[in-house]
């Protein structure tokens, strides 16, 4: 029988009573502690389902569908036997220990019986084999879009746990990287507690109670021009969707709807839970009818998709690959990993990374996430404290691997009043904010039948809440077809999705980085001053480079986005061919040389330039000194940036066609040759280096 109960010390040396086990997650290791008061199975194909709840050796709470798991919970005294009798069992394959973070004893652990291995390039076959064998691995199949990538099947002949394993072939020299494929529960970033309010102020408003001037994202300006066309379709990922919902009828409104939980392509709620996804798609996509509200793209398709509940390798893999199979153009997702500090694995990255750049026939599908309602960095530490038992205290590092993935926007809410909103988490990889509720942080954890949850505010929180769809009649967050109270930054995630939607409804020939650009270029630069209540951080103004910590490049303006979308129209190539080269060379810039340096990068493509963006990585210890300039092989010279940078000493920008127009002057020439970034430094004492450059030409 295949033991996941391995107590075998991790390749540290380091006793595990002392440190836990260790998790090879995302190039880091992470701290993993037993839970003493639950433990899973997976039964045989002969173990009747009614029996679960039968058995003398736990108390049956949850199946784990995906993993073929079943989850049992004893008293921790009766831990151990439990699991004896449950391995001793005819018809249980295996038992294992149920993990949490070391720290945080609220987020579960789940083991699977999938490795992810990737090795190094000179790696043939019979050395995979001859490892996989030495392990007990079965190969399965090569993981998308990473080379020499694979996943492997823990196998019922392997003696030790999934996470054993990883650490000891980690150890390995053929191989870069190992991981276990563990689940991890996900959880919606919004639980609905504000009172009614029966107009969609976030859409248009005109001013009135609790409202501030341009607070909303003005698409009346926007549907203009369109309000969505069936053929751009909006992937919502979330728990389940009420698609008998008057505001989801029509004519090809709902697409390829897909269930992950219950491997069907009904996506329904059952009778016992909310149905946080029908109140995110009314925001996106509601019909346009004449009856209940309007989502922000109403002309578009719906792509409901149920996820499984748990955030495993292969859910994730199912979710983007559906989407991208079935021709989704915007991906909107509104949860996160129920946990304090996680970041994604090798394959979760892979699958994101493919979506956004192979979606949309290789245009890339735009992918929105909902940064998370715990006013905590989505990348970074805080001094933790006062929390209920402890169960939080001193520095803690916090880490949201969805929010931080490159190909991914992450999506802050800002109020009714153009302040952010008490909960909305916030850092350097927020992409944009958008209108929604305001209330108190909303981060939680459940430990030995007990809810614990963060500090509370003590002062009251201004803001109207976000009326949207819900479950049809007395189902659902209120009774009725809709409700009032809905918001966190899971209301404000399907806003942007939705101007995403209208930007390509205007525009399909985007690729979805052009969209990505489009949306921060033409975000409302809105400044919230006062310290954040909790925290008495600040973060509500902009550095050098147009970025707030809590608002991103600022609020979505849907009128601006989908005019500057039908303006380059004209501009941006209707090709999706592309070609990228960076040169990671660094050089020192001559101090008070009117020479400079030039640094090339040389293509070879024989086109002629659609769209072209640079990407420029210097630091100066006084950037005002510096003059920069593109100069194209016909030695036509276009300026980036003058000398107005005054005394910052980082300068990591992109110059596009929308934010520097010069840059027009460069399309339709020739795109091969040897193009050069030149750097002169016009005053003495500072000196600096060019650390890297990048070209981006569409064609």
């Known amino acids: 029988m295949n033991d996941l109960n391995s107590s075998d010390l991790p390749t540290t040396g380091v006793p595990e009573s002392s440190l836990g086990v260790i998790l090879q997650r995302g190039g880091e290791e992470l701290i993993l502690e037993k839970a003493l008061d639950r433990f899973t199975i997976r039964p045989t194909i002969d173990f009747p389902r009614q029996q679960l709840s039968q058995v003398s050796w736990g108390i049956w709470q949850q199946s784990i569908p995906q993993a073929q798991l079943e989850l049992f919970t004893v008293a921790p005294t009766q831990l151990d036997l439990a699991m004896s009798q449950a391995r001793a069992a005819q018809n249980v394959a295996f038992a294992s220990h149920v993990y949490t973070l070391k720290n945080h004893p609220g987020t579960f652990v789940y083991l699977n019986d999938q490795i992810t291995i990737q090795f190094i390039s000179k790696v043939d076959v019979a050395e995979i084999n001859t490892i996989s064998t030495t392990f007990s691995l079965v190969q399965e199949k090569p993981v998308l879009g990473i080379p020499n990538t694979f996943v492997f099947l823990v196998s019922k002949q392997a003696t030790e746990n999934p996470i054993k394993i990883t650490n000891q ?4 020299k053929e191989v870069l990287v190992a991981e276990p494929n563990i689940l991890i529960q996900s959880e919606p970033h919004y639980q609905p507690r504000d009172s009614l309010y029966p107009q969609q102020w976030y859409l248009n408003h005109n001013g009135g109670n609790q409202l501030a001037v341009g607070s909303h994202i003005f698409v009346e300006k926007a549907w203009d021009i369109t309000r969505g066309v069936r053929s751009v379709v909006v992937a919502v990922v979330d728990d389940s969707f009420d698609l008998n919902h008057p505001d989801f009828q029509g004519t090809g409104k709902i697409v390829a709807p897909r269930d992950l939980k219950e491997n069907d392509f009904l996506p329904l709620p059952n009778g016992q839970e909310n149905s946080h996804g029908t109140a995110c798609a009314g925001i996106v996509l509601a019909e346009e009818n004449g009856t209940g509200i309007v989502g922000v793209a109403p002309g578009c398709a719906l792509m409901p998709i149920r996820s499984t509940g748990f955030l495993d390798d292969v859910s994730i893999e199912e979710i983007f690959n559906w989407a991208i199979d079935k021709g989704a153009s915007v991906i909107s997702c509104s949860w996160g990993a129920s946990a304090v500090y996680f970041p994604l694995s090798l394959r979760q ?31 970074g530490s805080i001094y933790e404290r006062n929390w209920p038992e402890n169960i939080l205290k001193g520095n803690t590092d916090w880490l949201s691997g969805f929010s931080v993935h490159p190909d991914v926007m992450a999506i802050a809410a800002s109020t009714s009043l153009n302040k952010k909103a008490a909960y909305s988490n916030w850092g350097a990889n927020i992409a944009l904010c958008a209108p929604s509720n305001n209330a108190s942080p909303g981060m939680s954890f459940q430990e030995k039948g007990f809810v614990f949850t963060q500090p509370a505010i003590a002062t009251s929180l201004n803001g109207l809440g976000m009326l949207t769809t819900d479950q049809i009649g007395a189902a659902g967050y209120d009774p009725g077809n809709f409700t009032n109270n809905f918001g966190g930054t899971s209301s404000a995630t399907p806003v942007v999705a939705g101007v995403a939607a209208l930007i390509l409804s205007a525009n399909p020939d985007l690729t979805a980085q052009q969209v990505k650009r489009i949306l921060q270029e033409t975000a409302d630069k809105i400044v919230d001053s006062d310290p954040d209540p909790q925290l008495g951080l600040r973060g509500g103004a902009y550095d050098g480079n147009g970025h707030s910590q809590w608002f991103g490049y600022g609020k979505v303006n849907a009128a601006k986005a989908v005019q ?51 990407t420029v990585n210097i630091t100066h210890d006084f950037l005002g000194d510096l003059e920069i300039y593109l100069i194209a092989p016909n030695n036509q010279q276009v300026l980036l940036q003058n000398r107005t940078l005054g005394r910052r000493t980082d300068l990591q920008t992109t110059h596009t066609v929308r934010s520097h127009p010069i840059l027009k002057q460069l399309l339709s020439l020739p795109i091969q040759g040897r193009w050069h970034l030149w750097i002169i430094d016009y005053a003495s004492q500072d000196v600096g280096k060019l650390n890297s450059w990048e070209l981006v030409i569409s064609y």
């Open 564 to 614: 500057t979308a039908q303006q380059l129209k004209g501009v941006i190539s209707q090709t999706n061919q592309q070609v990228q080269v960076k040169n990671n060379s660094q050089l020192e810039i001559p101090d008070n040389n009117k020479q400079g340096i030039k640094s090339a990068i040389a293509i070879s493509q024989g086109s002629t330039v659609k769209d072209i963006q640079v």
């Open 169 to 172: 072939l980690q150890g390995l």
């Open 349 to 379: 990255k892979a699958a994101i990374n493919r979506t956004a750049t192979k979606g949309r026939n290789g245009k890339g599908c735009v992918i929105v996430f909902a940064a998370g309602n715990a006013n905590r960095p989505v990348n």
